[in-house]
């Protein structure tokens, strides 16, 4: 059973800065791509950012880019989101996803709100 779980969310002023982790209990976890993707109120969900297992390579939404950095740690099944420069529009629930074969998994999210 693949399990996602993410944690870092908040409410934070426009400016500030959040860093997502998502923890994931899954055998083999360095073999595989690890990504964020975020759903606002009323919107479908979007990539965020995108990790290749060796981590050697990443991709972001243009919307994020300069501003935000995916990470992980394969020691500690750990992905993680660094946000800074947030805007009022980075609010949404951030999800943690990753694809096994044909199957895709999902966190349960975790909400941020950018607000002042």
């Given at each position: 059973q693949v399990q996602l779980m993410e944690?870092?969310?908040?409410?934070?002023?426009?400016?500030?800065?959040?860093?997502?982790s998502c923890v994931a209990s899954?055998?083999?976890f360095?073999?595989?791509?690890?990504?964020?993707?975020?759903?606002?109120?009323?919107?479908?969900?979007?990539l965020v950012a995108a990790i290749t297992p060796g981590g050697?390579?990443?991709?972001y939404a243009d919307s994020v880019k300069g501003r935000f950095t995916?990470?992980?740690d394969n020691a500690k099944n750990?992905?993680?989101l660094q946000m800074n420069s947030l805007k009022l529009e980075d609010t949404a629930v951030y999800y943690c996803h990753t694809k096994?074969?044909?199957i895709?998994?999902?966190?349960?999210?975790?909400?941020?709100?950018?607000?002042?």
């Amino acid at each position: 059973q693949v399990q996602l779980m993410e944690s870092g969310g908040d409410l934070v002023q426009p400016g500030g800065s959040l860093r997502l982790s998502c923890v994931a209990s899954v055998g083999n976890f360095r073999f595989y791509v690890l990504g964020w993707y975020r759903q606002a109120p009323g919107k479908q969900r979007e990539l965020v950012a995108a990790i290749t297992p060796g981590g050697s390579s990443t991709n972001y939404a243009d919307s994020v880019k300069g501003r935000f950095t995916i990470s992980r740690d394969n020691a500690k099944n750990t992905v993680y989101l660094q946000m800074n420069s947030l805007k009022l529009e980075d609010t949404a629930v951030y999800y943690c996803h990753t694809k096994i074969g044909d199957i895709a998994y999902w966190g349960q999210g975790t909400q941020v709100t950018v607000s002042s």
